[in-house]
């Protein structure tokens, strides 16, 4: 089903906000994949990927926490729902199963 | 402090705002500051406004910006537009009279507009039936004779047209055409009259002009052949199947008739009942025809190869031409090329084939047409804006429910536009109503236009009304749409602006110079008219009734005539002086140095007397003895310095390349129209033949007198018709020119004083309505009626003073620059012929207002205040 599909990008979204734990919000979202992926990544990406994210119902985002720096604009921060964990859960294990069938010799070769 | 300097780039940052959602505005306009800060610190200013403006730029997608539309807004424009028709409706149904006013007030006008689109169309229309339209061209003259000015002719000589096929290569095909082939066919038993051209083969190829029967390329090959319409053929046989026959034709020739063609089209500019082959015009006289002087009633259509560009022949034309005025002497000719399409309308060409509307009178059709529907668009403007008062309350309510300024505007487009439509349907009535009156206004519309409503026209028509919706509601619905919720709803009299108030008054001052302008110009016309009409032509034309003689002995109709009882008297001429046409060639006297130009007619011995003309001294005309007899006028004896009438008698003149004895003067008279001067002027008799026929009647029974007429040129001529004018109609429709301005002029006075009336009276009904409590209490307190009628009126006065002002010097200026441009004798225009006009539109402004007025100031006082 298309609506539940979760593609490379948003699955690393998704990860990210679990690793960041409380403090996933827009910035720090948008740093730790930069530097952990080491790609370029706009805020303008990250927005499309967080706005199929929450139309999936993988993730919930609320308001708070309004500093300085920002203009006195609030973050929104996001959180990952069991919905989101569970589609996670399934993606890994569709890859721990493919992985754990490829063949030693293919590994070898590679 | 240093923080605070360096900003994000503001272009940007509007940028953002402006393109970015307000939901996820605050939350990406967040995050991007505390990025910028964050690598303003970490890699500097510049490198963080790089990013910056790169973050910006990559916000760009579906995702964030702003949809086109009011995205965030229920999609409901259906049910919206249903109630904005409601509220239209119910808006219509309020304000009885203000919706009258409007709808009527735009009917009237748009019938001008519907009659202009509907001629301009038509005249656009004119000959693009032509398969090959695109590549047909005239080619035209312009003659210019020895010492004089340059004059522009549709014709050209047939040598340009023969020359163009023999010596010229790269012509497709080249028609020349020649006019002419009138006069009477006869079949058997059967004769008509008809109006035919001469042409050649290739007529058929550069023209749609198609064949029933027959073979368009060798039709008009032969002398003698003819090609017949079918609804002459029709007329002669009574079958159009006719190939074969021989037809004789009234000068003699034997024609064989070799195709049958369909009649022209209406709206085409070629007109003929019967096409002759060019062969036996140059067969019969070959050297006038195609002599190079010869380019009066010829024309040459030439059909260009696709793609092919009409600069590129003109060399040829420069060249024939140059060769050409070579062998002559008095004239030269230059030619050009003029596309088929912008043969009609007309650009003031001599010479044209067939009737033609001029450019002019369709530019200023379409210009008084935008004049008159502008005028309309002001008036529900006016009004609309005269009730903004009241529609105040509703906008307040829409907005603070929710609308927004577009709706707002739509809602008021869409009520003028609903207004709009409904005036069309009644325009579209009122125009088969004007229709016939616009056809028959000047002799050029009955024979040019037809005026028939097709699809497309509608299609127009309702393009038209929405256009006028448009902009009559426009300048309202800003307006209304600007309007704040919070004033309105506090108290309506705050947006009561003076400036809008100044608006409405430009905009009735306009209607009213406009009214009156129409006004004067009418007055003045009308008295030209008149003045035309009745001006004395030094003899008599009352009771003369003037019959062409269509080719019968004179003497023979006399005699015929002369047995009627009611016949005065009968005399003959050559033709009929003071309708516009003239003859004349140089007179002079011993001195061969000193001429002068005078007019003449050749009449009969009965003439002078007949038709009232006083024989200062000597004698008339004596039967036979006419020859070298001349008899002049005052003036010309006068100009050649011949003497006093009585020192002219027997003197020499020569004159029409011969001697005459002048054996008369009779006292100065007016020959031609009132563009003309009095001017030398001489019978001759037996020069020329008589075409007219003068018969001075009795008054009485002129229906019982017409039909004995009619009975006794039978006897002459059973074949022709009775053709008889009054002179005195002859003269009317010689000044036919100045009737139809008088005619349109009034008609849009008409419509632009009642357009101007029904604004002024909303106007005036909405002041007294709004200060109805003022007056009221200013009765009560002991103001008569006419106190109040003044204070009401009071304030239109500077603005008629200013209209006039303007509306009375240009109405004259009109007056002296178009309609007399030419007169020579003209109505002396006096302080009455110029304020007419304009007092009367006042007259009736203020009995407008004033009515309104009275109404308000006889109301029971009680009434008005009881519920304060």
Not at chain 2, 263 to 271: A, E, R
Request: glycine share 8%; net charge positive.
């Amino acid at each position: 089903m298309k609506g539940t599909y979760l593609g490379e990008f948003q699955e690393l979204v998704l990860l990210t906000i679990l690793v960041l734990a409380e403090n996933a919000y827009g910035v720090t979202i948008q740093d730790e994949l930069g530097s952990r992926t080491g790609r370029n990544i706009s805020r303008g990406a990250l927005h499309t990927a967080l706005t199929r994210l929450d139309e999936k119902g993988f993730i919930t985002s609320e308001y708070g926490g309004a500093t300085a720096e920002r203009g006195g604009r609030r973050k929104r921060f996001y959180k990952v729902t069991n919905q989101g964990t569970k589609a996670l859960e399934e993606s890994k294990t569709l890859r721990d199963q493919l992985w754990s069938e490829v063949p030693k010799v293919a590994l070898g070769k590679s | 402090m240093k923080d605070k300097i360096q900003t994000p780039p503001t272009f940007y940052t509007r940028l953002f705002r402006w393109f970015c959602k307000e939901d996820i505005y605050d939350e990406l306009q967040g995050d991007l500051d505390e990025e910028f800060l964050f690598n303003t610190q970490k890699l500097g200013h510049k490198k963080a406004r790089r990013l910056y403006q790169r973050e910006v730029i990559k916000m760009v997608r579906p995702s964030i910006i702003k949809s086109l539309n009011t995205q965030q807004l229920p999609n409901n424009h259906t049910a919206m537009f249903k109630n904005y028709t409601l509220v239209a409706l119910r808006n219509l149904g309020r304000n009885k009279l203000f919706s009258s006013i409007n709808i009527i007030g735009l009917a009237i006008s748009m019938v001008v507009g519907l009659i202009a689109i509907a001629f301009i169309t038509e005249m656009n229309s004119y000959d693009d039936f032509h398969e090959h339209g695109s590549r047909i061209y005239r080619v035209v003259n312009t003659r210019t004779p020895l010492n004089e000015t340059s004059d522009e002719y549709a014709t050209t000589s047939v040598l340009t047209g023969r020359r163009l096929v023999n010596d010229f290569a790269g012509f497709e095909a080249v028609a020349p055409i020649y006019r002419g082939l009138s006069g009477d066919m006869t079949q058997g038993e059967v004769t008509i009259t008809q109006r035919g051209i001469y042409t050649s083969n290739d007529f058929f190829k550069v023209f749609s002009f198609p064949l029933i029967s027959g073979n368009p390329a060798t039709a008009l090959s032969d002398p003698y052949s003819v090609v017949l319409t079918e609804e002459t053929a029709m007329k002669l046989y009574g079958k159009t199947d006719v190939v074969g026959e021989v037809i004789e034709y009234s000068n003699g020739d034997q024609l064989k008739v070799t195709g049958v063609a369909k009649n022209p089209p209406f709206h085409s500019h070629i007109q003929f009942d019967a096409i002759g082959s060019l062969e036996t015009l140059i067969t019969k006289n070959s050297t006038t025809v195609t002599s190079w002087g010869n380019m009066w009633s010829s024309y040459v259509y030439v059909l260009l190869p696709e793609g092919a560009k009409p600069e590129n022949y003109q060399a040829s034309l420069d060249q024939l031409a140059a060769e050409e005025n070579a062998k002559v002497n008095h004239f030269q000719v230059a030619m050009g090329f003029e596309y088929l399409s912008d043969i009609v309308p007309g650009n003031g060409k001599y010479n044209q084939m067939y009737t033609i509307m001029p450019r002019k009178n369709v530019e200023s059709i379409a210009i008084l047409a935008l004049i008159v529907v502008l005028s309309a668009c002001f008036n529900y403007t006016n009004l609309s804006i005269a009730r903004s008062v009241k529609r105040g309350k509703e906008v307040g309510v829409r907005k603070v429910v929710g609308a927004r300024k577009t709706h707002l505007f739509s809602q008021f487009i869409v009520e003028a536009i609903f207004v709009a439509i409904l005036a069309l349907v009644i325009a579209i009535l009122l125009f088969q109503v004007v229709r016939p009156g616009f056809l028959t206004l000047n002799p050029y519309m009955d024979r040019t236009t037809r005026l028939e409503l097709t699809p497309v026209m509608y299609l127009y028509f309702f393009g038209f009304s929405l256009t006028i919706g448009f902009l009559a509601g426009c300048v309202p619905a800003m307006l209304m749409s600007k309007l704040k919720p919070v004033s309105i709803l506090k108290g309506i009299s705050t947006i009561k602006s003076s400036r809008r108030l100044d608006m409405r008054k430009v905009l009735i001052g306009l209607q009213f110079t406009l009214s009156m302008g129409f006004a004067v110009l009418v007055t003045l016309a009308s008295k030209q008219y008149k003045f035309a009409l009745s001006y004395d032509l030094g003899f008599d034309t009352e009771n003369v009734l003037n019959v062409n003689v269509q080719g019968n002995d004179t003497e023979l109709l006399k005699a015929a005539f002369l047995k009627v009882p009611e016949i005065k008297g009968v005399s003959t001429a050559s033709m009929v002086p003071s309708t516009g046409s003239t003859n004349s060639d140089y007179a002079r006297y011993k001195d061969p140095m000193d001429s002068t130009t005078a007019y003449t007619i050749d009449i009969d011995t009965e003439y002078l007397s007949n038709m009232g003309h006083e024989l200062l001294v000597g004698e008339n005309f004596r039967k036979g003895e006419t020859k070298d007899k001349i008899i002049i006028n005052e003036l010309m004896a006068e100009r050649l310095k011949i003497g006093s009438p009585a020192e002219a008698l027997g003197q020499p003149l020569y004159y029409y390349d011969q001697s005459w004895t002048i054996i008369g003067v009779v006292r100065n008279f007016h020959h031609g129209t009132v563009n003309n001067k009095v001017e030398p002027f001489a019978f001759t008799s037996g020069r020329q033949n008589h075409s007219n026929l003068n018969l001075k009647l009795v008054s009485g029974d002129i229906t019982s007198t017409m039909s004995k007429l009619e009975a006794a040129w039978k006897e002459v001529d059973p074949l022709h018709d009775f053709s008889a004018t009054f002179y005195d109609d002859q003269i009317e429709r010689t000044y036919s020119d100045i009737s139809a301005s008088v005619k349109t002029f009034g008609m849009l006075a008409g419509i632009a004083i009642c357009i101007s009336i029904l604004g002024l009276l909303g106007m005036a009904v909405y002041t007294t309505e709004s200060r109805l409590k003022e007056l009221t209490i200013r009765k009560v307190l002991g103001a008569t009626v006419s106190n109040l009628v003044l204070l009401l009126s009071k304030g239109f006065m500077p603005l008629f003073i200013i209209s006039a002002a303007i509306a009375i010097p240009a109405a004259y200026l009109m007056f002296q620059r178009t309609i007399v441009k030419y007169a020579v004798y003209k109505i002396n225009v006096g302080i009455w012929e110029l304020s007419g006009g304009a007092l009367l539109v006042i007259g009736i402004a203020f009995l407008t207002i004033g009515s309104q007025a009275a109404k308000a100031a006889k109301m029971n006082p009680a009434k008005n205040l009881r519920d304060q």
